[in-house]
């Protein structure tokens, strides 16, 4: 469950001392995972790339956002 008041205030602090928020997620390289839990919808709006990392060519693209 967590406190989404905590995360929320987490992920400002942590937007605020970053240029970007790179989150990468091994369940996103699957075509029917959606981000639609409390958590990742409290994270979202912070997050300026969601990207897979299920294998290597994922892993690959992480240089194109760095």
Not at 26 to 33: K, T
Not at 38 to 66: C, R, Y
Request: proline residues 6%; without cysteine; glycine residues 6%.
């Amino acid at each position: 469950k967590g406190n989404m008041e905590i995360l929320k205030n987490s992920m400002t602090s942590i937007r605020a001392r970053s240029k970007k928020i790179i989150w990468l997620n091994p369940l996103a390289g699957f075509a029917s995972y959606r981000p639609d839990t409390a958590g990742m919808q409290t994270a979202m709006p912070f997050i300026e790339v969601f990207a897979p990392a299920h294998n290597a060519d994922s892993l690959s693209q992480l240089g194109k956002w760095l």
